[in-house]
């Protein structure tokens, strides 16, 4: 699985580095408490990454992905909301959407193993994936929005496949 680097503004890393706020779980009962601490009710969005060991890391949604993965690489990141059913838990929302590391919107495999290790329920794929393209002009960061392959900013013509690899 392909690692992500983050490729956000380096203020934002630079302010996080001294708190990195991702709780790592690693089993039934460690998101069991991760989600008591973070006061997840049924259906509250959080913020996630999985690092690049495979491990989910929850924080509470108005953090930023970069704290929660204590600033290092990432095989996705996102937004997810889990809700209790019958004693065991189910993802009702996952999305790739993060900013800061700009993941595939293939990188579902990751956050699936992680949720599968934790046995965790899910649909199988990305319930809202968002599809993310630098700009080879400008630079900037962009999500895609209908298929709209024009940059943001500059309006340049985005390549149709995920290029933050790209120097």
Partial sequence: ????????PAEIAAAVADDPSGRRVRSADALEAALEALSAEDGAMLTYV???EGTLRLADRHSEHVACAAGGPVL???EIAFESEGGAWRVVHAS???????PEETSWPALAAALDALGVVHEGAFTHPIVFRR???CGERNLVKDDDLRCALCE???PPRWNFDAS
């Fill in 96 to 102: 790739n959407q993060s900013t800061g590391y700009c």
């Fill in 76 to 78: 996705t990141a996102g």
């Fill in 50 to 52: 999985v690092d690049a």
């Fill in 135 to 137: 700009c080879p002009a």
């Fill in 1 to 8: 699985m392909r690692r992500h680097l983050y490729v956000g």
């Fill in 156 to 158: 340049a013509a985005l």
